[in-house]
């Protein structure tokens, strides 16, 4: 074969790799010998300032040691500044403040605000002289000749938290409590701190001293949800921080420290005690003299009592975040931070539904061993009338009607049912009520006992377990996994309703094991009485700049409702669930002449009781239990809830046209004369009163009183013709009449099962 590539070619790229080579090796050769003179040049020259014996290690290496200490830790606080200096990005920070917003309920009244709302109006100078000293000789006194930290103010606190073995003094400067204001949260953090002490020396360096002293007298919390001493001495002296005495201008002072605990409407004997301390500040930093300050301490400041202001404080919280998030969908471009927000909130109605819900755990809350409620009342549209959050806000501020993940037990079923008709199913459709097993999870109803053929009517009624879980297994029929396909379903149609919890896929799903907060609950309910349309929960309607400039409006702006379901199904449950309230177990829940529907809910332990209902007005869900998840003392859904529910509902619809529930008609109404003859048992048929059970020590009384009764009797002389009447432990003095009926037991009745499955939760109450 003749050779593809010519003989020369391959001589010539032999020369050309040789010659390559050659000029790689003479490189590098030049290049370590210049690398060699270049650095005996180099020695030469160092040679000339070499020091030696003594003075190298008094002089030379110390310097050497700190110059590279010095430059490791140059680099070490630049990396620790940059969280920092990142929180300055914004260039307008200055002026940048957080949400502040005025609500009103729905028909244009204040009834609280939230947010910091500053007032910058007051020149530094116009401040009282008492009040600026009464702050420095508090906060800082050294303020006007530190750099922004104050050492020796440190050193010293941390010497006397040392000797005290715990925080007794403050080391921050008055700085970096501004810094922290502005810029930082309140977490007890290392990160928090070198933050807050590089950005104290960053203000230092943008600001004089009489800024950043008015900043900080401005934007401080002030306890009340005030912020900046002119908003306290209004909020606390109804009077303007230029007019404030010595006594006041202390308590004022006071507040820095901890504006919640010495906040003079909540504690006044504290702040007082507080102001003393300030007093005596005042007098150890030379500011005044003991007699100066005799007469504050003799006359104390007296503040305005507030006590009687009540603020649907669970409610504003709530319509507050949703405030934040609303003003985050606003373009960018708009800077205004400062609304007047009207909301749907009906304060006779939150009124009513706190009244209620410390009504019932005073009476009943001991006796049933539950310490915590909570409450949603909504209309059709989705708009919250009413919140209750909790028994005690001042207590705990944890929100439980939204916050809380509780298991709702029965009060779920509704969606079961709904996805049943969904799928072909009538309110007459008959389901076998038999033993019905998921793996090896097997549920059972009360006293293990079964009632045959039942309409679906009948079973929502009687509140039975097992009809719930066929039809999670029947709507499945032709998957591979039935009972998993069925549970599918059913969640799909709580996502319609608007529930928005996990809803997690265990066997016990279909009767209430996975978790709801009481506001998707109580709104997702809305949606039987709304002909199927479901909505959205907010508290806002409409949103205005503080210059009165309509910003949005929820029936403008706002989610439109969607038709989860037909308007027929709608009233079927209707239907359906009002024989939960005339005939099963939510009597207590019935209004008079008002159709009511709903469902009662109590889960495994009595962990959790629940009546969730509405009418053609509202819908509302009522939840009791224990933030520990502790047992109640055999609590029902149809007990102190349905009561509850009652309570609110008769309030809610004072004054207002009655509208029918599409599927169910108009209420029946009690006649007059029947009303005006209660019974003694009739009228404890109304109450919940208190747990259905007699113990042994009370059986013990009440056989120490017959006998003492029977001994009295005998010692008088008494014959048998008029013997004293004789109390007895009867059925119904141990078990009140309300609690012996069997559709109300429906609801209390423990469910077992022959065996539990690993994966599956334990079974629910009914």
């Known amino acids: ?31 370590g010998r210049g690398t060699r003179e270049l650095w005996e040049r180099y020695s030469t020259f160092m040679d000339r300032f070499y020091v030696g014996r003594w003075k190298r290690w008094v002089f030379i290496e110390p310097l050497s040691e700190m110059a590279t200490i010095g430059l490791g830790g140059l680099i070490l606080m630049l990396a620790l500044a940059q969280p920092a200096f990142r929180e300055t990005a914004d260039e307008d920070w200055l002026k940048k403040s957080d949400l502040a917003v005025t609500f009103l309920d729905r028909y244009g009244n204040p009834i609280g605000s939230r947010g910091i709302k500053h007032n910058d109006s007051i020149p530094l100078e116009d401040f009282p002289d008492n009040l600026i000293k009464a702050t420095l000789a508090t906060e800082d006194r050294r303020f006007y000749d530190h750099f922004g930290i104050d050492i020796a103010g440190t050193a010293r606190a941390l010497v006397t938290n040392a000797q005290a073995g715990g925080v007794r003094q403050g080391g921050s400067s008055l700085t970096q409590q501004l810094a922290k204001n502005l810029f930082l949260s309140n977490e007890r953090t290392i990160e928090r701190k070198v933050n807050e002490a590089f950005l104290a020396i960053w203000l230092e360096t943008r600001l004089t001293k009489n800024e950043i002293l ?25 009077k303007s921080a230029r007019d404030v005495n010595l006594a006041e201008a202390a308590m ?70 949703e405030m934040r998030k609303l003003v985050d969908t606003f373009p960018k471009s708009y800077i205004e931070r400062v609304f007047v927000v009207r909301t749907a909130i009906d304060m006779n109605v939150q009124r009513a539904a706190e009244a209620a ?17 909570a409450t949603v009342v909504s209309d059709l549209e989705g708009g919250v009338r009413a919140m209750v959050g909790g028994r005690d806000y001042g207590a705990s501020q944890f929100n439980r009607a939204v916050d809380a993940m509780r298991q709702p037990g029965s009060s779920f079923k509704p969606y079961v049912y709904t996805t049943a008709l969904l799928n072909g199913y009538k309110p007459t459709s008959i389901i076998l009520d038999g033993p019905v097993c998921i793996g090896n999870w097997c549920p059972q109803n009360y006293g293990h006992s079964y009632s045959g053929n039942v309409t679906l009517t009948q079973a929502i009624t009687r509140s039975i377990n097992v009809v719930p879980v066929k039809i999670s297994i029947a709507l499945g029929k032709g998957a591979q996994n039935p009972a998993k396909a069925g549970r599918a379903k059913i969640v799909e149609t709580a996502r319609r309703f608007g529930i928005k919890a ?23 309910y809305a949606t039987f009485p709304n002909k199927g349309r479901s909505s959205t929960p907010h508290a806002v309607l409409e949103v205005r700049t503080g210059a009165g400039d309509l910003v949005w409006r929820f029936d403008r702006d706002g989610p439109k409702q969607l038709q989860a379901i037909p308007a027929s199904v709608a009233a079927d449950m209707a239907s359906m669930m009002s024989h939960v309230v005339s005939e099963g177990t939510a009597r207590r829940a019935a209004l008079d002449g008002i159709p009511t529907a709903g469902k009662t809910g109590t889960t495994n332990a009595y962990r959790d009781a629940w ?27 149809g007990s102190l809830p349905a009561q509850t529910w009652h309570d609110i509902m008769v309030a809610a619809h004072q004054g207002i046209e009655i509208k029918e529930i599409p599927g169910v008609g108009a ?21 919940p009163g208190p ?44 078990f009140p009449e309300s609690y012996a009926s069997a559709n109300d037991a429906a609801d209390t009745k423990p469910m077992t099962s022959a065996t539990t499955s690993a994966t599956a939760p334990a079974s629910r109450k009914n």
């Open 1 to 31: 074969m003749p050779q593809i590539v010519p003989s020369r070619w391959k001589t010539k790229f032999r020369h050309f790799l040789l010659d390559l080579d050659a000029r790689i090796d003479s490189g590098l050769f030049s290049s």
């Open 214 to 238: 008015k900043l900080y007298l401005d934007r401080a919390y002030m306890g009340g949800g005030t912020f900046g001493v002119d908003g306290a001495a209004h909020f606390y002296f109804n």
């Open 252 to 321: 004022l002072a006071g507040l820095f420290k901890a504006p919640t605990k010495y906040a003079p409407h909540i504690n006044l004997p504290a702040a007082r005690a507080r102001a003393n301390v300030v007093l005596d500040n005042l007098v150890d930093a030379g500011f005044m003299t003991e007699g100066q300050v005799f007469g504050a301490r003799r006359n104390p400041a007296v503040a305005v009592d507030r006590r009687q202001e009540i603020s649907p404080n669970y409610y504003l919280d709530w319509a507050f975040d």
């Open 357 to 373: 819900v410390e009504n019932q755990l005073r009476q009943f809350g001991r006796d049933y061993h539950a310490t915590q409620a």
């Open 502 to 524: 996990p809803l997690l896929d265990t066997p016990s799903l279909p009767i209430g094991s996975t978790e709801v907060t009481v506001l998707e609950h109580a709104v997702a």
């Open 611 to 637: 009546f969730v209902g509405y009418t053609g007005n509202f819908s509302c869900a009522v939840w009791y239990g224990n933030d520990d998840y502790s047992p109640t003392n055999r609590m029902t859904g």
């Open 667 to 687: 209420g029946t109404k009690n006649p007059a004369a029947a009303a005006s003859s209660v019974t003694a048992a009739n009228a404890q048929d109304a109450k």
């Open 691 to 734: 747990p259905p059970v007699l113990t042994r020590r009370g059986a013990d009384i009440l056989l120490r009183v017959e006998k003492l009764l029977d001994d009295a009797g005998k010692t008088a002389g008494r014959t048998s013709s008029n013997e004293p009447l004789k109390p007895r432990a009867s059925s119904a003095l141990a």
